[in-house]
């Protein structure tokens, strides 16, 4: 196993039960507020410091982690199934239904992500769901991409020929016998997809779409923090550093089984 794979692996499961902690254990509200403790440095009892509002950084670090890590795995769960189903209907298809297919893909590809997330909210409203939607809508081009790939290096293969002179179905050629042989390159896109929903989350999170006020989100407590980055940085910094880590957690997990398959 190499030390980028190891790597992704510890950080990733360290983050994973984090984000459990916050599911099922938290001693404290991480919406409470008192302002005799405003701006507090990082201590004993605060950790990571208070914020604006005399609330514990690291409860609401913590309790962040859910909605993040929720709203990544639904995003490129559901993009992986239609990047599957498209691509492999693409590829393994060819002629005018490839090209129809991977011309929506360009299209949705060229489309600014920030624009496409405030059609969402202004269709669906400023919530997580619409996000979801925007963010889903913008993954779904780069899965099925790599499907498409993948199905026209294979259909043309020997043993797939030969599943066809047996009378083998399509169905059963394209999920039995295409579908397997893609799975390394689909786990570690995946892992790589989990980094960019991460990054892309945050992001909108910063510009204030998604989830909202009181829930905590890690972009929009760097967001909300930047007007006292002089004062409190550690307001800042510990959103700051929970994202870069899960982000190169992602990175490096996707990187390590890039390189692991492809020895």
Known sequence: M??????????TVLILLISLT???WLDQDYNAMDSNIRFQKPSLTHPLGTDNFGRNILLRIIAGSRYTIVLAVCTVAGAVVLGVALGLFAGYSGGIRDEMVM???DAIHSFPGILLALVMVAILGNSQFSLFIALLIL?????????????????H???ILAERLLGASHARIVFIHILPNLAPSL?????????????AEAAMNYLGLGIQPPLPS??????ESQSFLYNAPWCALAPGFAIMLTVIAFHCLGEGLRRKFGE
């Open 218 to 223: 890690w972009g929009r407590m760097l967001s």
């Open 103 to 105: 011309r929506l893909m």
């Open 2 to 11: 190499n030390t980028t794979l190891k790597t992704g692996i510890i950080l």
């Open 22 to 24: 916050s599911l099922f």
């Open 187 to 199: 786990l570690s896109a995946t892992a790589l997809g989990f980094s960019n929903a991460i990054l």
């Open 139 to 155: 993954f779904i081009p780069s899965f099925t991409r790599i499907m498409r790939s993948g199905a026209l290096q294979y259909k």
């Open 157 to 159: 293969k020997d043993f």
